[in-house]
T-cell receptor, first 117, second 112 residues
């Protein structure tokens, strides 16, 4: 099973709402990632978790709050977002996030398309 | 990680080989070349990667020049389902995290 699942597929929220995006994988991977992709642009890395610890935060605003409750789950909590945060949010996972033992393939989910009104 | 340059778009006839070039003239010795693709409204999909030698798998072939400053992804018999944006990425494996920095990519249109 090489599947990464993301819920919901679509989300519309107001600027005062609090919502969460969820990502799940059952490949035994120990690294998980959040990317943001604006329309007609390439994906941009937001966060990396390695062994359930946050290892990289690409200077993401605090209105985005990641959480990794266990090695299979990754959440992205959203609060007080702006309309410019509307985008496709992609989750990915890989074996162990770069332990120096070799290259890794990242497996991506289908994404959550977020619209902030 | 080294910067990559790819053509913005390319067309290919169905059934023909699609050859997608990538320039990475500043690549260093420990950087790998990765290819991913993104079909419309889906997440990116890994295709292939290589360091120095040419590589082939069930999806594609990767040809890396001897000086490693450029590479070509070859889809041997393109189908309509291969229409996608193809990203060439150069990166180092390191302990801080398995980061992928996507460039602009090439939008490949396979036509009947």
């Amino acid at each position: 099973d090489t599947e990464v699942t993301q819920t919901p597929k679509h989300l519309v929220m107001g600027m005062t709402n609090k919502k969460s995006l969820k990502c799940e994988q059952h490949m035994g991977h120990r690294a998980m990632y959040w990317y943001k992709q604006k329309a007609k642009k390439p994906p941009e890395l937001m966060f990396v978790y390695s062994y359930e610890k946050l290892s990289i935060n690409e200077s993401v605003p605090s209105r985005f709050s990641p959480e990794c409750p266990n090695s299979s789950l990754l959440n992205l909590h959203l609060h007080a977002l702006q309309p410019e945060d509307s985008a496709l949010y992609l989750c990915a996972s890989s074996q162990d996030g770069g332990s120096g033992r070799g290259v890794e393939t990242q497996y991506f989910g289908p994404g959550t398309r977020l619209l902030v009104l | 990680d080294a910067k990559t340059t790819q053509p913005t778009s390319m067309d290919c006839a169905e059934g023909r080989a699609a050859n997608l070039p990538c320039n990475h003239s500043t690549i260093s010795g420990n950087e790998y070349v990765y290819w991913y693709r993104q079909i419309h409204s889906q997440g990116p999909q890994y295709i292939i990667h290589g360091l120095k030698n040419n590589e082939t798998n069930e999806m594609a072939s990767l040809i890396i020049t001897e000086d490693r400053k450029s590479s070509t992804l070859i889809l041997p018999h393109a189908t309509l389902r291969d229409t996608a944006v193809y990203y060439c990425i150069v990166r180092v494996v390191h302990n801080a995290g398995n980061m992928l920095t996507f460039g602009g990519g090439t939008r490949l249109m396979v036509k009947p």
